[in-house]
Nanobody, 124 residues
């Protein structure tokens, strides 16, 4: 059974940086693409970033492109989301997700396992 545990969320000021981590267990980590999604109050969950199992391919939502970087360490079974130049509109619960596939495929409907989420609040 897959377990995903996010950490790193907290209250920050606009313009600050923050790094989220997600530790995975239960399956061979490098065999699966990983992603970060977020959900703001009153809004639907939205895609943020994804990375293939080999880390060779990444993808980002337009709203975070150039500010956020997704990466993974397959030796540590961990995926990261480095968030720079944070804005108030980045405030959300951020979820780590594991795909059924090793590669990226849009639309992103292949995420099968989810973490519990970590709260990021950006004060303006």
């Amino acid at each position: 059974q897959v377990q995903l545990v996010e950490s790193g969320g907290r209250l920050v000021q606009a313009g600050d940086s923050l790094r989220l981590s997600c530790a995975a267990s239960g399956r061979t980590f490098s065999n699966y693409a990983m992603g970060w999604l977020r959900q703001a109050p009153g809004k639907q969950r939205e895609f943020v970033a994804a990375i293939s199992g080999s880390a060779s391919i990444t993808d980002y939502a337009d709203s975070v492109k150039g500010r956020f970087t997704i990466s993974r360490d397959n030796g540590k079974n961990t995926v990261y989301l480095q968030m720079n130049s944070l804005k108030a509109e980045d405030t959300a619960v951020y979820y780590c997700a594991q795909s059924r596939l090793p590669y990226l495929r849009t639309p992103y409907v292949d995420f099968a396992s989810w973490g519990q989420g970590t709260q990021v609040t950006v004060a303006s």
